[in-house]
């Protein structure tokens, strides 16, 4: 069979197995799988292959659909809207399998299984003591008889051949014989299995492009086989490559760190800048740009630039990412950003204007690139300079030129001055207050006490943010404390 016309509209799916987990893997394949189709102006289908009913989890489906939208990746047709497709799960769709199934059986091309899993048991032993690969059709029946629909339906491989294909990222492919095998295609419970039904589901539907991992190239043989004996023409294979761990060597897993999809939302990252990410894993534009918006993502989207060897999932590049993403928030988004994951104190009223309190939510974001780094400060202290009464020892505000920490009260007294005097319009026009004078005594001389009279802490924002954002009275309040402190 030939591949199918690459002049006919893209039609692209998302295939996933209600179990539960939605890993980064399968994600990062409806991702491509929807960018390709938007590119090219065609269709994307998320369809659910619930026939395995034994793995299915409860509330799966929705899981998988929440995840999607979090992301961005609408779908044309799905669960909630088949279309002409009638359903996009599977296991409504049994009819349609069974017709497909019994066209094989007419052909002579597909019959029941009569062996008890002891009987095919024995068989793979017996394998395994001649050292070679169990095959079921070196035991195919001579009189299977006919199916009734209470035993395996196998598929009867026509002819036992070398395959060739080609793949958009692999090029060409080829497999052997000893891939082929008489599998089963439709189960004793009645459903049909992954090999058998997605065929006849990317056939009825349409499916131009079937993007998968790489683990499903040594299967091919055997899918080719099934479009063979059902005349149906192959859809164009897309492989993509493996998402690595950290270290590039070995495949991403639960133990490096790997979530689920909904997961990294509840960290706090955004879905613009998930999809930025996982886009540029194993997928290259070229150019040194890494951050594309959603328009220019689809627009520069193409089969070409998939690279064929895996690419690492670097949780450090996410953080980064999405921190370049926190940037672009309107003070409005920020706000509700920074406030859905802090206690009240970090959420400022009253004396506190609007535009101060829009640097804190700033300064926030400039420190960290998740819920969970903001939370992580807080909890630090790190922002403890927001309370009404901070509490450090006098020796803190000791520079560490000075003999001793009376040396900074007169720096001090001088600062209060110029502060009572300053423009507070900005963390700017309080430096311009401050700044000559820090050149002159040195600034590290009157910065470091400054910052401790505001923070209470080592390490905390320049004092000038911190001038700020606490407002004229509340500075010039912890500096005269600062300079009683010293004086007592």
């Known amino acids: 069979m030939d591949h199918k016309n690459n002049t006919q509209q893209v039609v692209t799916r998302f295939a996933p197995s209600p179990t539960g987990f939605m890993h980064i893997g399968g ?35 929705k ?35 069974k017709k497909y199934a019994e066209k094989l059986i007419a052909k002579g091309l597909a019959y029941p299984d009569p062996y008890t899993k002891e009987e095919l048991e024995a068989f793979r032993e017996q394998a395994q003591k001649d050292n070679r690969p169990f095959l079921y059709r070196q035991h195919r029946p001579d009189n299977p008889g006919e199916w009734d629909g209470t035993q395996p339906l196998r598929f009867k491989v026509p002819e036992i051949k070398r395959y060739e294909w080609t793949d958009l990222v692999r090029g060409k492919l080829s497999a052997g014989e000893e891939m082929l095998d008489d599998i089963i295609i439709i189960k004793a419970d009645g459903y049909p299995t992954y090999n058998f039904a997605h065929i006849i589901d990317d056939f009825e ?86 951050i594309f918006r959603d328009k220019e993502l689809i627009e520069k989207f193409s089969l070409d630039k998939i690279q064929k060897s895996g690419g690492a999932f670097n949780e450090e590049k996410l953080k980064w990412m999405n921190k ?69 020892t006098t020796d803190l505000l000791q520079w560490k030129n000075d003999d001793d920490v009376t040396a900074a009260l007169p720096r001090l007294q001088q600062a ?57 009275e509340m500075t010039i309040s912890r500096v005269k404390q600062a300079c009683d402190k010293i004086g007592e």
């Open 27 to 61: 994600v990062r394949t409806a991702l491509f799988a929807y960018l390709l189709a938007k590119k090219e102006g065609g269709t994307f289908i998320l369809r659910i292959e619930d026939t395995d009913k034994n793995r299915e989890v409860e509330g799966s489906i």
């Open 63 to 97: 899981h998988i659909q929440e995840s999607l939208k979090w992301l961005g990746l609408d779908w044309d047709y799905g669960p909630d809207n088949p279309g002409e497709f009638d359903s996009c799960l599977q296991s409504d769709r049994l009819d349609t399998y």
């Open 205 to 290: 539907m349409g499916v131009t492009h079937v993007m998968r991992g790489e683990e499903f190239i040594s299967s091919t043989p055997k899918f080719l086989s099934l479009y063979d004996a059902l005349e149906i023409e192959y859809p164009l294979f897309v492989t993509l490559p493996p998402i690595m761990g950290p270290d590039g060597k070995k495949k991403l897993s639960k133990r490096d760190g790997a979530k689920d999809l909904l997961e990294y939302r509840s960290d706090g990252y955004l879905p613009e800048a998930m999809r930025n990410f996982l886009a540029l894993i194993g997928w290259n534009p070229g150019g040194n740009d890494e």
């Open 324 to 392: 370049e993403y926190l940037k672009t928030l309107s003070p409005e988004e920020k706000a509700t950003y920074v406030s859905s994951v802090t206690p009240s104190t970090f959420k400022l009223s009253g004396e506190f204007a609007d535009q101060r309190v829009n640097s804190l939510h700033d300064l926030a974001l400039e420190r960290a690139s998740n819920f969970n780094e903001i939370k992580g400060a807080i909890e630090a202290g790190e922002y403890d300079w927001l309370n009404t009464d901070i509490q450090y």
């Open 416 to 472: 209060l001055n110029l502060l009572e005097a300053a423009d507070f319009s900005s963390p700017d026009t309080i430096k311009e207050a401050l700044w000559p004078f820090a050149e002159e005594v040195g600034k590290g001389e009157l910065l470091w006490p400054l910052r401790v009279a505001l923070s209470g802490r080592q390490q905390s924002p320049d004092p000038f943010t911190l001038a700020y954002i606490l407002g004229r």
